[in-house]
């Protein structure tokens, strides 16, 4: 209680939580995104893996030089 709510950025700013479900498998997906809106320069999604009902992410070590 009082906690922050989580939130990543990248070298463009915070990133956004996408969630859905897998139009071909059915799975449940989540990723937090950047959001730079030319493609070629957005970085990489971090996407995430539901383990024991809770959606996990790798925290990576960023170069924003």
């Known amino acids: 209680l009082?906690?922050?709510p989580i939130t990543y950025t990248?070298?463009?700013g915070e990133?956004?939580?996408k969630s859905g479900e897998s139009k071909?498998?059915?799975k449940?997906?989540?990723m937090w995104s950047c959001v730079e809106k030319r493609k070629e320069d957005q970085c990489e999604p971090m996407w995430g893996k539901?383990?024991?009902g809770k959606w996990l992410f790798e925290l990576k070590a960023v170069n924003h030089g």
């Open 2 to 4: 009082g906690a922050e």
């Open 10 to 12: 990248c070298k463009h």
């Open 15 to 17: 990133r956004v939580f």
């Open 24 to 26: 071909a498998s059915g």
């Open 28 to 30: 449940p997906w989540a």
């Open 50 to 52: 539901l383990s024991a």
